[in-house]
């Protein structure tokens, strides 16, 4: 088990190897909530005549996988042992990342506004 003791960039094979598993487990956990909560508003949105729970259908499916790992990968850092310039560094990848899926979800929700007023000017 001297695998697991050798030491890469200032964390063990074994530190690592956690950080990995709890990426991938959180991943798996957000992938899960992500899909159960778009099939059960999916259900509520095609039974009712409100348009915001269709809103928030289409808003929560524009939200992009890798957003998902990003987020995963920012709880799995917490295993590890980064130097404080990486995790500067990190800290600004991670910032950037959710800006960018704020846009997603402004650009599906601007999206969703113009196809509901052609519809409604069309009919």
Not at 17 to 30: D, E, H, R
Not at 94 to 109: E, P
Request: aromatic share 10%.
């Amino acid at each position: 088990m001297e695998l697991l003791k050798k030491v890469y960039l200032g964390n063990t094979v074994q530190d690592w190897f956690v950080a990995v598993c709890i990426l991938i487990i959180v991943f798996a956990i957000l992938k899960s909530i992500q899909h159960a909560v778009i099939g059960r508003l999916s259900k509520l949105a095609s039974a009712t005549d409100n348009k915001i729970d269709d809103l928030l259908v289409n808003i929560l499916k524009n939200t992009k996988v890798f957003i998902l790992l990003v987020a995963s990968a920012y709880v799995a850092s917490y295993a590890i042992t980064l130097k404080p310039s990486l995790a500067a560094l990190w800290q600004k990848v991670v910032i950037l990342t959710l800006i960018l899926q704020g846009g997603f979800w402004a650009g599906a929700g601007i999206s969703f506004w113009l196809r509901r007023n052609i519809q409604t000017r069309m009919e």
